[in-house]
């Protein structure tokens, strides 16, 4: 079985296991160096990361292949990629750079499988008189124009 093959179907049946947890990337490089980003619905803990190791290190027979493995959760500043990342941060403020390299900020509202919705809050000019005035919007934005998208963190 193809090495790359052989290390998907361990991790797919260690995710389906683990329904929380989800795949962000697998990386192999041609020196067959092993990464695993993972996250989930309730975080990634090192626990998480141990067993999704395990299940693919003690399946695997480095005698017939040699390989390194690291296996990760997703950081904060790791982009949001998936539907399932960008609902597990409804709530939360994020920053989207389009393909235009045009960004944006606003608070996740809502998440489809085609789309998200950000409030947008910002001062705009009175329409009569001086000054500025609060406004709010929605903004729907489909993934098909996101070029990365990340939790803004605040301290």
Known sequence: MEFRKKIEDLLNEFLAEREDLFLIDLKISTGDDITVILDGDNGVSVQDC???S???EFNMDREEHDFSLQ???AGLSEPLVTPRQFQKNIGREIEVM???SEKTEGELAKVDEEKI???L???KPKEVGKGKVDAVEEKEILYTE?????VVIKF
């Not at 996101?146 to 990340?150: R, W």
Request: charge should be positive; hydrophobic fraction near 50%; avoid cysteine.
């Open 50 to 52: 141990l067993d999704a």
């Open 54 to 56: 395990r299940a693919i």
């Open 71 to 73: 296996v990760m959760s």
């Open 98 to 100: 389009f393909e235009n």
């Open 117 to 119: 919705t950000l409030i």
């Open 121 to 123: 809050r910002y001062r």
């Open 146 to 150: 996101i070029k990365k998208a990340l």
